[in-house]
């Protein structure tokens, strides 16, 4: 990156911008030659506004405020643009959803815990929910109605928070080499942020859960590699497989086209599968839908595993294919779920938070379906 010059990087900014990915790659890569720039700054063409928050590529920038441009990151659900605030939606009686943050070595996160009004000391399950570029935990809590079923069901659900001084735009980066880590970066504070709650709270053991939408939906599948031993299953929508870019060349590419994912960490180490369930528009314009199918081939691995496939409609009018994997006990190990004409947004979520289709399935209700099977 630091070969490229500012001329390059802020023709594949527009490039990006225009949807035109695979030209951008190629300047970033150097194949094509330099254009001439605007005589308009290219903050006033991207439409920032200055801050001191530390500086990301040009490009990045580009690609990022691609995302908030409408119709860009959802189908046809309703989004909240981001930024826009809305009033915290009204808790149960006796129900909690505070602020806490974690510390180590790789730096400081903060996170929002929703404890059920039904909790009473007992061993309850704890869902990880990593939240999309622009978003927050009260926004994605709101997205995803995921508090709700907790207060049906009674379980954890925590809330982890990228800070804008680690990503301009607050996305997780999925696809910094330095980022995919066991012990190391964002997943060290990811797995950290699990491990508090597990101390401060009585969490059933083997019953520790993470999920995530876009960039968030990526780190979901790299902390599934890196910690198979903290988490039981994973749910990926509309993300990436973990090792699928490493820098960010590689992340537009495979946003594009799909990526080359490594083996997971309990392949590498011999290990079974890790309960993998992923949904995944095949309208989605922002993430390319053959990623889902590279987050499932990564769990699986060379795992012997029976396949059934059915089909269906949501009251809403959406069609969708979902393909379930078991074990030779039955066991549902893979669950990937095929959302036909929906576009990058979280699967029947609510229009009190961003990037959601109400229109789809209920991804909330079918991930924790799928996570307590395990």
Not at 77 to 100: H, Q
Not at 110 to 125: D, H
Not at 255 to 277: H, K
Not at 315 to 340: F, K, N, S
């Amino acid at each position: 990156m630091n070969a490229l010059n500012e001329v390059d990087l802020e023709r594949a900014t527009r490039l990006t911008r225009q949807g035109r990915l695979k030209e951008a790659m190629e300047v970033l890569r150097g194949a094509l030659p330099a254009a001439s720039t605007s005589s308009e700054p290219a903050a006033a063409r991207l439409g920032e506004q200055k801050t001191k928050s530390p500086q990301v590529p040009p490009a990045l920038r580009g690609f990022l405020q691609r995302l908030k441009q409408p119709g860009s990151l959802l189908g046809s659900g309703g989004a909240l643009a981001p930024g826009l605030k809305r009033a915290p939606l009204p808790l149960p009686d006796g129900a909690k959803f505070g602020d806490y943050s974690y510390a180590d070595t790789a730096g400081v996160r903060t996170y929002k815990l929703y404890v059920p009004s039904g909790y009473r000391g007992e061993a309850v399950p704890l869902v990880v929910m990593l939240h999309g570029c622009t978003q927050s935990p009260d926004d994605f809590a709101a997205g995803t109605r995921i508090n709700e079923v907790a207060e049906e069901q009674t379980f954890l659900v925590a809330y982890p928070a990228q800070a804008q001084s680690a990503n301009a735009s607050k996305c997780w980066n999925w696809f910094k080499a330095e980022d995919q880590q066991r012990d190391r970066g964002e997943p060290s504070l990811i797995a950290g942020i699990t491990r508090q709650i597990m101390g401060d709270f009585n969490v059933a053991p083997g019953r520790v859960f993470i999920a995530g939408l876009s960039a968030g939906g990526a780190t979901a599948a790299v902390m599934g590699a890196t910690y198979p031993d903290l988490y039981a299953a994973i749910g990926v929508h509309s993300g990436l497989a973990c090792g699928a870019a490493r820098d960010l060349p590689s992340a537009l590419a495979a946003m594009q086209q799909g990526g080359s994912p490594g083996r997971s960490e309990s392949r590498r180490n011999g290990g079974i599968a890790l309960p993998t369930i992923v949904f995944h528009g095949d309208r989605d314009k922002t993430v390319n839908p053959v990623n889902a199918d590279q987050v499932i081939a990564q769990a699986k691995a060379m795992s012997d595993l029976r396949t059934s496939v059915n089909r269906g409609k949501t009251p809403g009018g959406m069609t969708y294919t979902r393909t379930i994997q078991t074990d030779a006990g039955g066991r549902p190990m893979l669950e990937q779920w095929v959302l036909h004409g929906a576009g990058h947004a979280w699967s029947g979520g609510s229009a009190a938070g961003s990037y959601t289709d109400p229109r789809g399935p209920d991804a909330s209700r079918e991930m924790l379906r799928f996570f307590l099977q395990q």
